[in-house]
């Protein structure tokens, strides 16, 4: 059998932040060990890092979109560019017209109402991208988006492009996936190519509202999913109000997760849950192995 014929890409995620998505990836990650790749793809808020380790071994530009740039000694400072520029990117400093690299959007009409071709379009940089060694030995893909840089859809497509090459390379039977919170371009971009979606909820009012939205992201892909209902304790009415969707939905419940401060005393330690000996240790072993089983089953 091809190394791409078994390969597994589960993707961790939920409808907004806060409700634990991380640190259920960070231990997924961490009781997968060394058979499993892992994608970072929470670029605009990356923290996983802190739970896994890495060690940064790597690194790579990663360059999105253009940027206009003014050749000075070509420049007539006839004003054109300044005139046909909406998004008010071009300034008239001290005899010279600049281009703000936050304000430009690079649609290019600077460059093609140069008289004198004084204007060149570059590529943008907007971040990094970086291969890792994590603490349990495993290779790990991450990326940081520069201040003010777009595109993070597009960052996600490069983060996932290179944890599935070292996958493939290293014959590792999964990916697992820290996605996005919300349900834009980075959701969908971490989407493409997933066998699984746990999805991370907690029971509140917004809670079981994003869960609705994010699943209905997914289920666009046919991709199977699964549940956890973080902190369930907390409100056992909004608890239940979710496993009926999960219900209705034919979405597997994988756990309920008690409030517990172990959790948060273990974040604060640099560690995930499977790294303690909290009761909850046994019941994240226990879905991971649900998923791998499920994922198994459906093939
Ligand atoms: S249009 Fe060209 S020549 Fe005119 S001010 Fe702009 S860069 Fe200079
Ligand atoms: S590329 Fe577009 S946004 Fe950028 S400076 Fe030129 S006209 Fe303005």
């Given at each position: 059998m091809k190394p791409t014929e078994i390969m597994n890409e589960i993707v961790v995620l939920s409808g907004k932040g806060g409700t634990g998505k991380t640190s259920i990836a960070a231990s997924l990650a961490v009781l997968a060990g060394n058979s499993a790749v892992i994608a970072d793809c929470d670029v605009g808020a990356a923290n996983i890092h802190l739970l896994l380790k890495p060690d940064f071994g790597k690194t790579f530009e990663f360059y999105s979109g253009e940027l206009a740039s003014i050749h000075q000694e070509l420049?007539?400072?006839?004003g054109k560019c300044a005139e046909v520029c909406r998004f008010k990117a071009i300034s008239f400093i001290d005899d010279h017209y600049l281009i703000s690299d936050l304000d430009c959007e690079g649609c290019g009409y600077c460059e093609r109402v140069c008289p004198t071709h004084a204007i060149a379009m570059y590529e943008r940089k907007s971040g990094h991208v970086y291969i890792s060694k994590t603490k349990v030995g495993s290779t790990m893909v991450h990326a940081r988006l520069d201040i003010s840089a777009e595109n993070s859809g597009k960052l996600v497509a490069a983060v996932k492009n290179e944890a599935k090459s070292i996958a493939i390379k290293e014959d590792k039977q999964f990916i697992i996936v820290d996605g996005s919170p919300g349900i834009g371009c980075p959701v969908v971009s971490s989407l493409s190519g997933a066998n699984y979606v746990i999805l991370v909820t907690e029971p509140t009012l917004s809670g079981l509202h994003d869960l609705k939205r994010v699943h209905a992201v997914i289920s666009r892909f046919r991709i199977q999913s699964g549940c956890i209902i973080n902190k369930f304790d907390l409100n056992l009415e909004k608890t239940v109000e979710i496993k009926h969707f999960l219900e209705e939905l034919q979405i597997h419940h994988l756990a309920d997760i008690s409030y517990d401060i172990a959790f948060t005393q273990a974040m604060t330690e640099g560690k995930t849950i499977v790294e303690t000996s909290s009761p909850l240790k046994q019941l994240i072993e226990e879905v991971w192995y649900n998923v791998k089983e499920q994922i198994i089953i459906k093939k």
């Open positions: 420049c007539t400072v006839c």
